[in-house]
Structure formats: structure tokens, C-alpha cells
Nanobody, 115 residues
């Protein structure tokens, strides 16, 4: 059984920063990619950023230059550093990972950007 546990969400003022973490645990033989999705109220879930095991990354246009995804292969953990946060970044952020040939989701962590 594989689990993804997110942490690091919270309330932050516009222009502030947060760092999300997602740790994968369980019977892990291979991870080919990990990433972050988000879902704002009334909107569809969207991919925010992803990183492949080899280190290649991709981002949705709206966060380029502000968010950075990174990974620690030894810890099976992925991070999302979010800077210059905007109110429109408010959403539940979900970790997603391709592990052992299957996709797994975390339960989500709420990020609220508000003054």
C-alpha cells in the first residue's frame, strides 16, 4: 500500500510564500514522476507543476517564475516552493505520484492567499 502525505498549507498574505511537501511511503519500487495539482472552488482540478525522476520539470503558465518544484529521491518526497502568492492561487493543493505503475493522490492541503 502506498500513501502520499502532504503538509505545508495555510493562510498567507498576497506576496507571501509557502512551501508544500509531499512524502510517499509504503511499498515503493519505482517512482517515475511526482507533481502538484490544485482545485479552486467551482473550478476543475489543474496541474500546477510536475517533476520526473530524472529531474525534468513542467509548470502551468500561471505559476512560472513564482513556483519551484523539487524532489528528494532518497526521501521519496516532492516539494513545491510558492513565492509571490496571489489570491487566485487559493485552492486545495493535491500531491500526485506515479508509483509502481499506478497513480496515487494525497488528501490535499488548503492554501489560502488573503489579506
Amino acid at each position: 500500500q502506498v500513501q502520499l502525505v502532504e503538509s505545508g498549507g495555510g493562510l498567507v498574505q498576497p506576496g507571501g510564500s509557502l512551501r508544500l511537501s509531499c512524502a510517499a511511503s509504503g511499498s515503493i519500487f519505482s517512482i517515475y514522476a511526482m507533481g502538484w495539482y490544485r482545485q479552486a472552488p467551482g473550478k476543475q482540478r489543474e496541474l500546477v507543476a510536475a517533476i520526473a525522476r530524472g529531474g525534468s520539470t513542467n509548470y502551468v503558465d500561471s505559476v512560472k517564475g513564482r513556483f519551484t518544484i523539487s524532489g528528494d529521491n532518497a526521501k521519496n518526497t516532492v516539494y513545491l516552493q510558492m513565492n509571490s502568492l496571489k489570491p487566485e492561487d487559493t485552492a486545495v493543493y493535491y500531491c500526485n505520484a506515479g508509483i509502481n505503475g499506478m497513480h496515487y493522490w494525497g488528501k490535499g492541503t488548503l492554501v489560502t492567499v488573503s489579506s
